[in-house]
C-alpha cells in the first residue's frame, strides 16, 4: 500500500495517486486540501484507461452531500472529455450515462443496493425500507417492550421479574432498549443464567446496604 503523506503541497505525489492504479493509494489531509480533486481524477483514470468501467468502481463516502458532490464531478468531466475527442466521444458519454445508477453513495445507500440486488437470494423483501435514528429508536423501544411485558406475563424469568421489582417496569424497559444498542453481549455471554442471577443479588443487596448507610447518616434519622 502506498501512503501519501504532505501530498497537498507534493504535484509528484499527486500524480502518483491520480494514476498509478497498480494498488492500494492512501489520502490523508486536511479539509480542502484537494483531496475530491484527486479522487475524481482517480476515477477518472480507471474509465480512460479501461481499467475499469463505471459499473465496477464502488465509492463510498461519509455522507449523501459528499456522494452526490464526488457524481456530479464525474459526470462534469465525463462531460468534458466527450467534447475534447470526436474518437472516443461515445465512450465518455456512455460513462457519463451509467453514472445514473453508479455505486457512489454512502455505507448506507451501497449496502441497501447490495441487499436489494440479492435480495431473493437471501429470502428477504426488496422493498424494505431503512429506518431513520428516530424511527430506529422506537422500533428498538417497541421490541424492549413487548420482550419484556411477554415474559412477565408468563412468568418465564425470575432475574426479570426482580428487575422488575427492583427497578420498575418503566426503567426495566429502557434498560433492555439500551442493551439493544450493543453489538455483541460479550460481558454477558460467557455466563450461565444462574450466575447473571448471583451477580444481579449480590450487586442489589451491595445497593440496598449502600442505600440504607446513606439514609441512616441523613440527620432526619439521627433525632
Avoid at 486536511?30 to 474509465?47: D, N
Avoid at 467534447?83 to 465512450?91: C, N, V
Avoid at 420498575?168 to 454477558?188: K, M, N, Y
Avoid at 444462574?194 to 443487596?205: H, K
Amino acid at each position: 500500500m502506498d501512503t501519501c503523506q504532505d501530498w497537498a503541497s507534493d504535484e509528484r505525489v499527486k500524480e502518483l495517486a491520480i494514476n498509478d492504479l497498480s494498488g492500494h493509494i492512501f489520502l490523508s489531509a486536511g479539509a480542502g486540501t484537494g483531496k475530491t480533486h484527486v479522487l475524481v481524477q482517480r476515477y477518472l483514470s480507471f474509465l480512460r484507461t479501461g481499467a475499469a468501467a463505471v459499473p465496477e468502481i464502488v465509492c463510498v463516502t461519509f455522507t449523501e452531500k459528499a456522494a452526490g458532490e464526488l457524481k456530479a464531478r464525474i459526470r462534469a468531466e465525463c462531460e468534458t472529455a466527450a467534447a475534447a475527442t470526436t474518437d472516443s466521444q461515445s465512450k465518455w458519454f456512455q460513462h457519463k450515462r451509467d453514472l445514473e445508477n453508479a455505486p457512489i453513495n454512502t455505507i448506507h445507500g451501497f449496502c441497501t443496493r447490495l441487499l436489494r440486488e440479492n435480495a431473493f437470494a437471501l429470502g428477504i423483501d426488496p422493498r424494505f425500507q431503512i429506518l431513520d435514528e428516530r424511527d430506529a429508536e422506537r422500533r428498538r423501544h417497541e421490541i424492549a417492550r413487548e420482550h419484556v411485558l411477554g415474559r412477565l406475563r408468563k412468568s418465564e424469568s425470575t432475574a426479570l421479574a426482580l428487575l422488575a421489582e427492583y427497578l420498575g417496569i418503566p426503567a426495566l424497559i429502557d434498560l433492555v432498549r439500551d442493551l439493544l444498542h450493543w453489538p455483541t453481549p460479550e460481558p454477558f455471554s460467557q455466563h450461565s443464567p444462574d450466575e447473571l442471577l448471583d451477580a444481579w443479588n449480590e450487586f442489589r443487596l451491595s445497593s440496598l446496604t449502600n442505600e440504607l448507610k446513606r439514609l441512616v447518616r441523613k440527620p432526619s434519622w439521627s433525632r
